[in-house]
Every structure is written in structure tokens, then in C-alpha cells.
Nanobody
Framework: QVQLVESGGGLVQAGGSLRLSCVAS????????MGWFRQAPGKERESVAY????????AYLDSVKGRFTISRDNAKNTVYLQMDSLKPEDTAVYYC???????????WGQGTQVTVSS
């Protein structure tokens, strides 16, 4: 199993920036990928950004391309989400997510609230 602990959410004005962090523990030697999802009230959870743990490949939700950047620190088993030029529609609970090689489960953090005021 993998345990994920997120930090870095908060309240910010539109146009501002936040950086989310997610530290993984447990079977980190078998990580396949890590990423960030978000869920706004009344909406389905959606994938925001993804990063392959071994090949470093990335993918982003179209609405955040050019504003959000996912990065990692392998030595710290940590993935970051740098969010710039934030918009009110980015308001949501953000969840860290990880998958492990050979494991069909998707692991989740507890979530961190991001609120962007207009």
C-alpha cells in the first residue's frame, strides 16, 4: 500500500499562486505514477495533472495547461502542484493520487481545500 499526505491548500485571490505538496510513504519503490485530482461542490472528481514516476511523462487538464505545473522530488517521494494565475473556477478540494506497479488500486490522500476568491 501507499499512504499519501497532502499540504499547501488555502485561500488566495484570483491571479494568485499556491503550491500543493504530496508526500508518499509505503510501497514507494513500486510507484507507477502520481497525480492530482480535484472535486468542486456538485461536480465529479476530475484529473488535473499527472506525472509518470519512472519516465517523467506529464499530462494536464486542458483548463489548467500553462498555469499549473506538476513536478516531483524522487528522493523525498514527493509530488508538487504549482498553481499560478488561479481562477475562481479552480476552487475545489484537491486530492493527491498514486498508482503502484502490479496493484489495481488507486491510492488517495485526504484532500486539501483550495479556494480562489474573485
Amino acid at each position: 500500500q501507499v499512504q499519501l499526505v497532502e499540504s499547501g491548500g488555502g485561500l488566495v485571490q484570483a491571479g494568485g499562486s499556491l503550491r500543493l505538496s504530496c508526500v508518499a510513504s509505503g510501497r514507494t519503490f513500486s510507484l507507477y505514477d502520481m497525480g492530482w485530482f480535484r472535486q468542486a461542490p456538485g461536480k465529479e472528481r476530475e484529473s488535473v495533472a499527472y506525472r509518470g514516476w519512472r519516465d517523467g511523462s506529464t499530462a494536464y487538464l486542458d483548463s489548467v495547461k500553462g498555469r499549473f505545473t506538476i513536478s516531483r522530488d524522487n528522493a523525498k517521494n514527493t509530488v508538487y502542484l504549482q498553481m499560478d494565475s488561479l481562477k475562481p473556477e479552480d476552487t475545489a478540494v484537491y486530492y493527491c493520487n498514486a498508482r503502484v506497479v502490479g496493484d489495481p488500486n488507486r491510492y488517495w490522500g485526504q484532500g486539501t481545500q483550495v479556494t480562489v476568491s474573485s
